[in-house]
């Protein structure tokens, strides 16, 4: 069974960092280009990251402005997100899944985690 399992959020101060994991079961992460993707309360699912595969290289979304990172162990097959130097409007319920090509994220399409919440307050 093809599946995403993600962890390591919590609640944290403004500041503050946590890193996030995605693990992996059922298929070669290694073979998949892979997002995360954020729920952000009043705005729906918004883009952070593409971690491709191979030689694909890693993008992110613009309103992260150098304070997140995102990597993958293949061996582990697991995907990783930094987040650094946390803001409040970083409050949001965070994703992986495959990629996807159209102009708007749904979560009837691909393979997505349930999610592991992002809570950033003081």
């Known amino acids: 069974e093809v599946r995403l399992v993600e962890s390591g959020g919590g609640l944290v101060q403004p500041g503050e960092s946590l890193r996030l994991s995605c693990a992996a079961s059922?298929?070669?992460?290694?073979?998949?280009?892979m997002s995360w993707v954020r729920q952000v309360p009043g705005k729906g699912l918004e883009w952070v990251s593409n971690?491709?595969?191979?030689?694909?290289?890693?993008s992110y979304a613009g309103s992260i402005q150098g304070r997140f990172t995102a990597s993958r162990d293949n061996e582990k097959n697991t995907l990783y997100l930094q987040l650094n130097s946390l803001k409040t409007e970083d409050t949001a319920l965070y994703y992986c899944?495959?990629?996807?090509?159209?102009?708007?994220?749904?979560?009837?399409?691909?393979?997505w985690g349930q999610g592991t919440q992002v809570n950033v307050s003081s």
């Open positions: 899944a495959t990629r996807q090509y159209g102009v708007k994220w749904s979560k009837d399409v691909g393979v």
């Open positions: 059922g298929f070669r992460l290694s073979m998949a280009d």
């Open positions: 971690v491709d595969r191979g030689d694909g290289g890693i």
